[in-house]
């Protein structure tokens, strides 16, 4: 057990870079445990305290500190909501290369510590691809400057990315440098219907093939997330009354000609609908239909904490077996549950949910290990892009094997060697151990 | 000194994998020194021995393990030829995201580890976004299994990016998983000319707005490349005489439609004419115009080999001041040498090159450390995509802080204890050092 500890008088600083450091090296001297928090958006527990740990939140770290127009580069403070990003890029003419639901609370910082995914990854790759940049502050204090701006940079090892999805165990990132791609003047939104898994699978093959440089999301969620998103979110209506699809998808088209764009994806899906991949669809007229569709597919977490209580699961897996899981865990649970499946089917990432009326520790037991384990049959991953934080910590072995997992022990013995940072976080209980 | 092993029983059998790891195994426990070799076409002499060290050259690792066409992943061994993997694509629809001149006899393996750049990454962006999982030998014979095909997978941390730019000194990539993208039906080439280099950044800066999604190459080479290549380079021809130009700039669009593309382009091409960001230019007309455009840029290096001695920078700058090197160089140098630049400007990546009668000590006291001083001071890499290898650890500091230096340090000894893996490569002698 550690002693809570006010650091009031070094938060309320102006300069705030200085202090994490300063707060870090005293944390570190006194062995007192911290954890580092952004918006607090996370859904594995990776930004909040388990016993006594220091909270290190980082949100007055808000200055964008440089943009530059030729080569897009933003840099800022770790503590940028990224919405408040996407304003100030849009009055530049770019846009961030990632997008999700949490964007009016999340903050950068979290993001990159979190490797977030989201709904443009198809399009722009991943923030190891998108971030330069980033200066952290490791256990002991030492600010490390990797706050480069260059596309290139090959000048020994580039340990920014250790910093990319460690949430926050291995150093607190507190600012960023990002590539940020242009905003293109034409954004299309269709809302197709598909009668079954099989095709929604083909129709992202062609549409990868067909839409190719323009497609920049696709999305699924099959029809129990649409009767959910129906039922508990205010003001929401079906885009394709009056029957119920089994499945349905979003497909966004981001490009620079509007009329060319759009004469591209309707012509795409006509020959879809021809060729009996689509069962029924719609192109959004304005942008208020268009944000009317992505509500639905972004709201239906929110559809499900109104229903009652959820086992949620964020997995990577093949797209051609995703589903399989989803249908599997309803003849496991037959009517005891509801479960339901969407997400980011351009990546491959499958939210699996399981909405009950209340929590009941015998329908945990069917879930898991179940889950965990066909995904890990799979080769898929156990978490997608929420990280593992609190909650998951001790399932890594499922996606990583054993000697992987040591390595990463050996980084953060390593660079935390008293285990101040997020403790209890990432990496296995049983893996982990200081004096 | 360490002795000479022969490795020929070991290298001799069918199956690889094993080998690599009971070769470092034997290597290690003995503290033999080793040099992981690819296609050994590094710059910077990364993949040769120094004094003693035995070779492990895996170029008889060539096979494809697997292709996913739902999802793009390739699987495949270290020691595929570069080439050969983008011909093995062709066939399924798809392209490697990288390209590079080498890559008749680079492998990629070696373009992992090296972090290899080239000429299509202001498309589809570096290795650290496209690479989605490895599988590694560790010093000690450990074997990492981080084989992903995922496209997001964020179960602790992303080991694999230690590996990617690292040449080798941290392990041996023996297999690699990567996102291939599907291949486009439709592909441009402009050969442009601008009458200064103010003029370059412009179009640069106009492309990526109006090409957008479409763009896939920015080249730009000036008027000492050109002539260079003219001289030097066999069946050479000025495709725009009679004039020569300051600056050329190669500009190559790959999208969907081939009607809709190349209108684009031209009409691109027609209203930078107007705006005079464009002196002259001609777009391919043929796929074997087209290779003869990339043929006088890709051919610059082989052309300065023939030209006499060479005296090569790979930086990468801020675009605004990337010329003003080349130019300040000009006046320190004088009629004592040619200095030519040219490169991936869409990439902030400028290849400066020095070109005299022969190597001599005075004129190289004059450019150095005067580049490394002047990258340093506007915070850009003075190794964009070669690496440091033997030739540039030592100058690590002039992009790198010593606290991030530091911490590379400490991995390296923490993951090679013995130091065994490519020594007196990427890291300063100063900060490494083994017992």
Tied chains: 1, 2.
Excluded at 93 to 98: K, N, S, V
Excluded at 403 to 418: G, N, R, Y
Aim: with cysteine.
């Amino acid at each position: 057990m550690k002693t809570r500890f006010s650091l009031q008088t070094l938060i309320g600083c102006e300069n705030i870079r200085a202090p994490v450091s300063e707060v870090l090296k005293y944390c570190n001297s006194r062995r007192l445990a911290v954890v580092p928090q952004g918006g607090n958006t996370g859904l594995v527990g990776g930004s909040v305290p388990v016993f006594d740990e220091v909270i290190i939140n980082v949100g007055s770290m808000k200055q964008v500190i440089s943009f530059d127009k030729v080569s897009g580069v933003l840099v800022c403070e770790a503590g940028c909501i990224l919405e408040n990003l996407v304003s100030f890029l849009d009055n530049q003419g770019f846009i961030m290369p990632l997008d999700l639901g949490a964007k009016g609370s999340c903050q950068i910082g979290g993001n990159v510590s979190t490797n977030a995914g989201g709904l443009r990854l198809v399009r722009y790759g991943s923030l190891h691809g998108t971030v330069l940049g980033i200066e952290a502050v490791l256990a002991n204090g030492d600010v490390l400057d990797m706050l480069g701006t260059l596309r290139k940079d090959n000048t020994g090892y580039d340990l920014k990315h250790l910093f990319i999805g460690s949430e926050g165990s291995l150093g607190i990132v507190t600012k960023i440098s990002i590539l940020t791609p242009p905003k293109l003047s034409s954004v299309n939104l269709a809302f197709l219907a598909c009668k079954d898994y099989s095709s929604c699978q083909k129709l992202l093959f062609e549409a990868k093939r067909y839409l190719g440089e323009i497609l920049s999301a696709f999305e699924f969620l099959d029809n129990e997330s649409l009767n959910l998103a129906l039922n508990h979110l205010e003001g929401v209506r079906n885009p394709l009354p009056p029957a119920m699809h089994n499945f349905y998808v979003l497909i966004e088209t981001t490009g620079s000609d509007e009329s060319y764009d759009k004469e591209k994806l309707e012509a795409f899906l006509l020959r879809s609908m021809e060729g009996g991949l689509i069962s029924d669809g719609v192109i959004a007229q304005d942008i208020n239909q268009a944000s009317s569709f992505w509500h639905i597919r972004e709201g239906v977490p929110e559809a499900l904490m109104k229903a009652g209580a959820v086992y949620k699961y964020d997995l990577s897996l093949p797209v051609e077996t995703m589903y399989n899981l989803v249908e599997e865990m309803r003849t496991k649970l037959g009517n005891s549950a509801k479960v339901i499946g969407y997400g980011h089917l351009g990546d491959g990432n499958l939210h699996l949910n399981i909405s009950t009326p209340q929590y009941d520790d015998a329908i945990l037991a069917q879930i898991e290990p179940f889950v965990y384990e066909w995904t890990s049959k799979q080769r898929g991953s156990i978490s997608a892009e929420h990280g593992l934080g609190l909650m998951k910590a001790n399932k890594i072995f499922y996606s990583k094997s054993h000697e992987t997992v040591q390595l990463m022990a050996s980084i953060k013995k390593l660079m935390d060697p008293h285990g101040i940072l997020n403790p209890y976080k990432v990496l296995p209980h049983s893996i982990v151990s200081y004096s």
